[in-house]
Each structure stands twice: as structure tokens, then as C-alpha cells.
């Protein structure tokens, strides 16, 4: 059970970047997929999430309307589509899933498997 986010770099605020997560083995059965980030000296707080069951995705106040969660079940991936990059949007993200569906997708401590996190940084 392995989750690997990648694709993390430098931006200038108003940019994109698409953020990539190669699942493998139970995590890609999981029926969430979920983003989440930390900033330096802050706590770990959810982007978005995707429920295959239910075919849907929830996002952040935060990135909503900036940010796409996708998922290709095909190749086992999981994406982070992110425009209109803010300096906040600066921080470690994380890839994370869970094996059944919660109705608290935003937070963490419900999700079961977690990939090391790529850092994007958003320059003003």
C-alpha cells in the first residue's frame, strides 16, 4: 500500500500546477482520495476530496473554484489540478486515502494511508 504525490516546484502567484499521486495495492480501492497540505508552523488542513462511490468532490473554502481534484482509476492516480496560485496556497501537500467513505473527509485522522508530501511554493 504505497501513495506518492509528486510534481511540487516554485510558482508565481496567478500560475498552475497540476499535482500528481500514483496509488498502488488497497490504497487505490479506497473510495477516498484526498489533498491536504501543511504550511510551516501550521496544522494540516484538507483541500479536497474525491469519493469514487459517490462520484463526487469536495473542496476547501479556501481553493473552491481554483483547485480540481481528478481521479484516473485506470492508471491508479489521483490529481491536483491548481490555478490562480495564491502565496498562501504556499505548503507541504499531502495525498492521503481511506477504504470507506466518512462524512468527515476534512479530516485527517480518518484517513488510513498517506503518501510523503510535495512542496509548492508560491511566490508574490
Known amino acids: 500500500v504505497q501513495l506518492q504525490a509528486f510534481g511540487g516546484g516554485l510558482v508565481q502567484a496567478g500560475g498552475r500546477l497540476r499535482l500528481p499521486c500514483a496509488a498502488s495495492g488497497r490504497s487505490f480501492s479506497a473510495d477516498a482520495m484526498a489533498w491536504f497540505r501543511q504550511a510551516p508552523g501550521k496544522e494540516r488542513e484538507f483541500v479536497a476530496a474525491?469519493?469514487?462511490?459517490?462520484?463526487?468532490?469536495y473542496y476547501a473554502d479556501s481553493v473552491k473554484g481554483r483547485f480540481t481534484i481528478s481521479r484516473d482509476n485506470a492508471k491508479n492516480m489521483v490529481y491536483l489540478q491548481m490555478n490562480s496560485l495564491k502565496p498562501e496556497d504556499t505548503a507541504e501537500y499531502y495525498c492521503?486515502?481511506?477504504?470507506?467513505?466518512?462524512?468527515?473527509?476534512?479530516?485527517?485522522?480518518?484517513?488510513?494511508?498517506w503518501g510523503q508530501g510535495t512542496l509548492v511554493t508560491v511566490s508574490s
Open positions: 474525491n469519493s469514487k462511490s459517490r462520484n463526487r468532490a
Open positions: 492521503a486515502s481511506r477504504l470507506i467513505w466518512t462524512v468527515q473527509y476534512y479530516n485527517p485522522v480518518h484517513y488510513h494511508f
